[in-house]
T-cell receptor
Framework: NAGVTQTPKFRILKIGQSMTLQCTQD?????MYWYRQDPGMGLKLIYY???????DKGEVPNGYNVSRSTTEDFPLRLELAAPSQTSVYFC?????????FGDGTRLSIL | TQLLEQSPQFLSIQEGENLTVYCNSS?????LQWYRQEPGEGPVLLVT?????EVKKLKRLTFQFGDARKDSSLHITAAQPGDTGLYLC??????????FGTGTRLQVFP
């Protein structure tokens, strides 16, 4: 099993550009999450989903959007990239309180 | 507002030394987890504690959940260079959503 797969691993965007961070899991987990991790900090929850068709805001949702059309996929969309969104983004899925993380996407906004 | 504070923020020690990392909150959690994260990777679950006063051991790592379920500690005996990484505590309020702590970055020198 691949677990949680995130693409791309690295990306540089210009201010105002948009992009989608992809996340897919092959464990048939209902719960999926997007976090951002800034230098020297823990993880902050952006959005989460408890199943296909259901999404909800986390602690820092502004500037982001998500969708969950299938159990496997949970893409994160940045519409108008801003320097404050420079961070490492982690996607996770969970079953019974144990979260499984992808290896992250390192995003720089210049 | 950061609900989970970890201390120390950084820890640099020699191989063979013992250390303790603390995770403190003013909130009561239904369960608390410890994750370890290596550079370029996502966090990996080490342990989950659910009962106040619970102690769990994982080889040289000992985890304790406070009696009031507001705090936790991670003790490492005879640290090895392979223990180097970012240690994150995360609390749950009886859901699959987690609140992550601020993180403790551990460096163990040979």
């Amino acid at each position: 099993n691949a677990g949680v797969t995130q693409t791309p691993k690295f990306r540089i965007l210009k201010i105002g550009q948009s992009m989608t961070l992809q996340c897919t899991q092959d464990m048939n987990h209902n719960y999926m999450y997007w976090y951002r991790q800034d230098p020297g900090m823990g993880l902050k929850l952006i959005y989460y989903s408890v199943g296909a068709g259901i999404t909800d805001k986390g602690e820092v949702p502004n500037g982001y959007n998500v969708s969950r059309s299938t159990t496997e996929d949970f893409p994160l969309r940045l519409e108008l990239a801003a320097p404050s969104q420079t961070s490492v983004y982690f996607c996770a899925s969970s079953y019974s309180y144990t979260q499984h993380f992808g290896d992250g996407t390192r995003l720089s906004i210049l | 507002t950061q609900l989970l504070e970890q201390s120390p923020q950084f820890l640099s020690i020699q191989e063979g030394e013992n250390l303790t990392v603390y995770c403190n909150s003013s909130s009561v959690f239904s369960s608390l987890q410890w994750y370890r994260q290596e550079p370029g990777e996502g966090p990996v679950l080490l342990v989950t504690v659910v009962t106040g006063g619970e102690v769990k051991k994982l080889k040289r790592l000992t985890f304790q959940f406070g009696d009031a379920r507001k705090d936790s500690s991670l003790h490492i005996t005879a640290a090895q260079p392979g223990d180097t990484g970012l240690y994150l505590c995360a609390g749950s309020y009886n859901t699959d959503k987690l609140i992550f702590g601020t993180g403790t970055r551990l460096q163990v020198f040979p």
